[in-house]
């Protein structure tokens, strides 16, 4: 594994001096930056930003759409010595208004429709406006050192409520070059982002490497793959629930895949009949990895030279996996089921207002909340999650925060939302619901179409049904394992 740069801005720099003319990022519909002018615009984004933000440390969030004006935001943000909030653009503006109050953020680099959801608490700029980027870089870089941190990036955690965890230059540019190694990447690669968002990940990867990367907007899957082949692409990335919907397309046996050597997933597991399916019509390996925002993000990475049906793969470069028993944390041999542990350089430096180091334990390991096993060659197959979220299209979804909003209508009394298996998308929102007046199937849809109206889509309830009342523990916990059971009954049974 190549050394990684020492701060994560060093990244454009470092491709720009190597290839100035070759293609950094474009897009399907025409926008492209060379390394040179990638690095352009981070400078003068950087001295931008300074102007707006303050000084090094302030907290500046960024809307990950995928174009290249995020690349330049993100890394001017970094140059400036700022740290990064990467914002899912689909959040509606409760969510958005938390997220930012709960980093810190006094500045918000947004499209313009999010930016009027803000309101007037935190300044906003449009992320496309040229005026952002096009200043004089400066050549006074405020330092940052590689244990400083360089992004937050909010998940849920076990209860559901949003964690910031916090990563680190050393994280993310280790991370880097762990990615480059395991997908097998070099300046000649060319990188396809089949995404809904722009992932750090796959951005500091590719310039780590040299390679271009191709953003593919288009969410028709048809589309991805003619974009694909035009671009001479040599690395397909796409999530599970659009890999899966591939999958079973009537055309499938239409669609090719000319230059593309490897298939990546990552995200949520994809399922062993998709996988499988597109390897065979491809001909290549269809790989899926495994990892957290703790751990910035990636862990395990499937094999291109011996892939295995269902599994994440070994660790990638300085990781370390083990797998403990739930009950008692001793460590189980190959072919056991426990909790995924995982120790390594990307580990983050903590959560938002906790101490350094406070998640881990004292060998340094971090206990995912993940259930899984490791057979006998060091590859990681993952079984379940411990943790009441779950994924929907790739999007974590906490039960708790739907719940917030039920709550919140005028015909719901009690509630609880449980996940509910779902062909392509993983998992969909189900919810139990205890209403004043009115169990009829008619009451209970418009409740759930007045409920989502508020909500992104991936968090809207795709079933719900009436209950007398909500199991919880003695302490006032809902039971969910229960309300799965019931939910299924009263699905199986018409109810």
């Given at each position: 594994?190549?050394?990684?740069?020492?701060?994560?801005?060093?990244?454009?720099?470092?491709?720009?001096?190597?290839?100035?003319?070759g293609?950094?990022?474009?897009?399907?519909?025409?926008?492209?930056?060379?390394?040179?002018?990638?690095?352009?615009?981070?400078?003068?984004?950087?001295?931008?930003?300074?102007?707006?933000?303050?000084g090094?440390?302030?907290?500046?969030?960024?809307?990950?759409?995928?174009?290249?004006?995020?690349?330049?935001?993100?890394?001017?943000?970094?140059?400036?010595g700022?740290?990064?909030?990467?914002v899912?653009?689909?959040?509606?503006?409760?969510?958005?208004?938390?997220?930012?109050?709960?980093?810190?953020?006094?500045?918000?680099?947004?499209?313009p429709?999010?930016?009027?959801?803000?309101?007037?608490?935190?300044?906003?700029?449009?992320l496309?406006?040229?005026?952002?980027?096009?200043a004089?870089?400066?050549?006074?870089?405020?330092?940052?050192?590689?244990?400083?941190?360089?992004?937050?990036?909010?998940?849920?955690?076990?209860?559901?409520?949003?964690?910031g965890?916090?990563?680190?230059?050393?994280?993310?540019a280790?991370?880097?070059?762990?990615?480059?190694?395991?997908?097998?990447l070099?300046?000649?690669?060319?990188?396809?982002?089949?995404?809904?968002?722009?992932?750090?990940?796959h951005?500091n990867?590719?310039?780590?490497?040299?390679?271009?990367?191709?953003?593919?907007?288009?969410?028709?899957?048809?589309?991805?793959?003619?974009?694909?082949?035009?671009?001479?692409a040599?690395?397909?990335?796409?999530?599970?629930?659009?890999?899966?919907?591939?999958?079973?397309?009537?055309d499938?046996?239409?669609?090719?895949?000319?230059?593309?050597e490897?298939?990546?997933?990552?995200?949520?597991?994809?399922?062993?009949?998709?996988?499988?399916?597109?390897?065979?019509?491809?001909?290549?390996?269809?790989?899926?990895?495994?990892g957290?925002?703790?751990?910035?993000?990636?862990?395990?990475?499937?094999?291109?030279?011996?892939?295995?049906?269902?599994s994440?793969?070994?660790?990638?470069?300085?990781?370390?996996?083990?797998?403990?028993d739930?009950?008692?944390?001793?460590?189980?041999?190959?072919?056991?089921?426990g909790?995924?542990?995982v120790?390594?350089?990307?580990?983050?430096?903590?959560?938002?207002?906790?101490?350094?180091?406070?998640?881990?334990?004292?060998?340094?390991?971090?206990?995912?909340?993940?259930?899984?096993?490791?057979?006998?060659?060091?590859?990681?197959?993952?079984?379940?999650?411990?943790?009441?979220v779950?994924k929907?299209?790739?999007?974590?979804?906490?039960?708790?925060?739907?719940?917030?909003?039920?709550?919140?209508?005028?015909?719901v009394?009690?509630?609880?939302?449980?996940?509910?298996?779902?062909?392509?998308?993983?998992?969909?929102?189900a919810?139990?619901?205890?209403?004043?007046?009115?169990?009829?199937?008619?009451?209970?849809?418009?409740?759930a179409?007045?409920?989502?109206?508020g909500?992104?889509?991936?968090?809207h309830?795709?079933?719900?049904?009436?209950?007398?009342?909500?199991?919880?523990?003695?302490?006032?916990?809902?039971?969910?394992?229960?309300?799965?059971?019931?939910?299924?009954?009263?699905?199986?049974?018409?109810?």
């Open positions: 594994m190549r050394e990684p740069v020492a701060r994560l801005d060093d990244l454009t720099r470092q491709a720009s001096v190597a290839d100035p003319d293609v950094a990022v474009r897009t399907d519909r025409g926008d492209s930056l060379t390394f040179a002018e990638l690095e352009r615009r981070v400078g003068g984004c950087a001295t931008r930003i300074r102007s707006l933000a303050g090094p440390g302030a907290v500046v969030a960024i809307t990950s759409v995928l174009h290249p004006d995020f690349a330049v935001a993100y890394f001017g943000a970094l140059r400036a700022n740290v990064v909030v990467p899912n653009p689909l959040l509606r503006a409760e969510g958005l208004a938390r997220l930012v109050a709960a980093s810190g953020a006094g500045l918000v680099l947004t499209t429709e999010i930016a009027e959801q803000l309101g007037d608490g935190v300044p906003a700029l449009d496309g406006d040229r005026a952002l980027w096009d004089e870089p400066s050549a006074d870089v405020p330092a940052a050192g590689p244990d400083d941190v360089a992004s937050v990036h909010f998940t849920s955690g076990t209860t559901g409520a949003p964690k965890v916090r990563q680190t230059h050393r994280n993310l280790v991370n880097a070059a762990q990615t480059v190694h395991a997908h097998g070099d300046s000649s690669s060319v990188t396809l982002n089949h995404l809904p968002t722009y992932h750090p990940m951005l990867s590719a310039l780590f490497a040299g390679a271009e990367q191709v953003l593919a907007t288009d969410p028709d899957l048809a589309a991805s793959l003619r974009t694909a082949n035009e671009a001479r040599t690395r397909y990335y796409s999530l599970p629930m659009r890999l899966s919907r591939l999958a079973v397309r009537p499938l046996a239409d669609l090719r895949l000319e230059t593309v490897a298939v990546f997933s990552g995200g949520s597991a994809l399922p062993v009949p998709a996988a499988r399916a597109l390897g065979e019509h491809f001909g290549i390996p269809v790989l899926q990895g495994y957290l925002a703790e751990t910035a993000p990636m862990t395990h990475c499937g094999s291109r030279t011996r892939p295995k049906e269902g994440c793969g070994p660790p990638v470069p300085l990781t370390e996996c083990r797998i403990v739930l009950t008692t944390g001793k460590a189980l041999g190959s072919g056991e089921r909790e995924i542990q120790r390594g350089p990307q580990l983050m430096k903590g959560y938002l207002g906790e101490p350094d180091g406070a998640a881990l334990d004292s060998e340094g390991w971090f206990a995912t909340g993940d259930v899984g096993q490791v057979d006998e060659d060091g590859c990681l197959f993952v079984v379940d999650r411990l943790k009441d779950f929907c299209d790739n999007w974590l979804v906490s039960p708790q925060e739907i719940e917030r909003v039920l709550l919140g209508h005028p015909d009394t009690d509630c609880a939302v449980v996940d509910h298996p779902d062909r392509f998308s993983g998992g969909v929102a919810a139990l619901v205890v209403t004043r007046s009115g169990e009829g199937q008619e009451t209970l849809d418009a409740i179409a007045d409920v989502n109206s909500l992104p889509y991936y968090q309830i795709r079933h719900i049904r009436a209950v007398d009342e909500i199991a919880r523990s003695g302490g006032g916990k809902i039971r969910r394992q229960d309300l799965r059971r019931l939910f299924d009954d009263l699905i199986a049974t018409g109810d």
